[in-house]
């Protein structure tokens, strides 16, 4: 089993960035693919970046797209979600997964809930207009 716990959310103005950072614990990090999923009130999870086990691959929702960027570091087991030009829709729970399996390659367009098979609690990120 993995732990994960995400930090860095937290209140700013419409234009501003964000980092948000998910620590794993527990099993192996590297051989597994990265993502973070966001939730808003009364809204369904939705994916919104992946990342490849080694971190050589990565995709995005449409809706975040040239504005954020995931990246990992597999020697300190973290993966960090960057967001820039944040707006308030992008107001959210976000939560930190791993790929339910090893050496999986997760892809923006097909990516759900199912491709991931541990969670973190999430950070809150509030965006003001």
């Known amino acids: 089993q993995v732990q994960l716990v995400e930090s860095g959310g937290g209140l700013v103005q419409a234009g501003g960035s964000l980092r948000l950072s998910c620590e794993a614990s527990?099993?192996?990090?590297?051989?597994?693919?990265m993502g973070w999923f966001r939730q808003a009130p009364g809204k369904e999870r939705e994916f919104v970046a992946t990342i490849s086990w080694r971190g050589i691959s990565t995709d995005y929702a449409d809706s975040v797209k040239g504005r954020f960027t995931i990246s990992r570091d597999n020697a300190k087991k973290t993966v960090h979600l960057h967001m820039n030009s944040l707006k308030p829709e992008d107001t959210a729970l976000y939560y930190c997964?791993?790929?339910?399996?090893?050496?999986?390659?997760?892809?923006?367009?097909?990516?759900?809930?199912?491709?991931?098979?541990?969670w973190g609690q999430g950070t809150q990120v509030t965006v003001s207009s």
């Open positions: 527990g099993r192996t990090f590297s051989n597994y693919a």
């Open positions: 997964a791993q790929s339910r399996w090893p050496y999986t390659i997760v892809v923006a367009r097909t990516a759900t809930r199912n491709d991931f098979g541990s």
